[in-house]
Nanobody, 126 residues
Framework: QVQLVESGGGLVQAGGSLRLSCTASGRSFSIYGMGWFRQAPGKEREFVAAISQKGASTRYADSVKGRFTISRDNAKNTVYLQMNSLKPEDTAVYFC???????????????????WGQGTLVTVSS
């Protein structure tokens, strides 16, 4: 079982930026797509962004397109989420996961392969 450790969350004002990181244990990082999801209080966990195995394909939820950028460094077993122009509605706990997904269409929570990590809390104040 791969372990996932998210970091980089915090409190930021609306319009600000944060960069999240997710590091995965194990040797199989580079053969899977990776995704970011988020869960706001009282809401279901939702897809945010995904990146294919070598980074050639990326997908975004409509709510974050043009503001968030997903990237990965396979040498470091790490996937990143650069979040710009943050809005209060981006407030949530952010999670990453490996995906059974190969670049077509948006993945969802049904595509994740591993147990969820602890996530990292992003709070955007207005």
């Amino acid at each position: 079982q791969v372990q996932l450790v998210e970091s980089g969350g915090g409190l930021v004002q609306a319009g600000g930026s944060l960069r999240l990181s997710c590091t995965a244990s194990g040797r199989s990082f580079s053969i899977y797509g990776m995704g970011w999801f988020r869960q706001a209080p009282g809401k279901e966990r939702e897809f945010v962004a995904a990146i294919s195995q070598k980074g050639a394909s990326t997908r975004y939820a409509d709510s974050v397109k043009g503001r968030f950028t997903i990237s990965r460094d396979n040498a470091k077993n790490t996937v990143y989420l650069q979040m710009n122009s943050l809005k209060p509605e981006d407030t949530a706990v952010y999670f990453c996961n490996r995906l059974s997904w190969y670049g077509s269409g948006n993945p969802n929570v049904g595509n994740v392969l591993d147990a969820w990590g602890q996530g990292t809390l992003v709070t955007v104040s207005s």
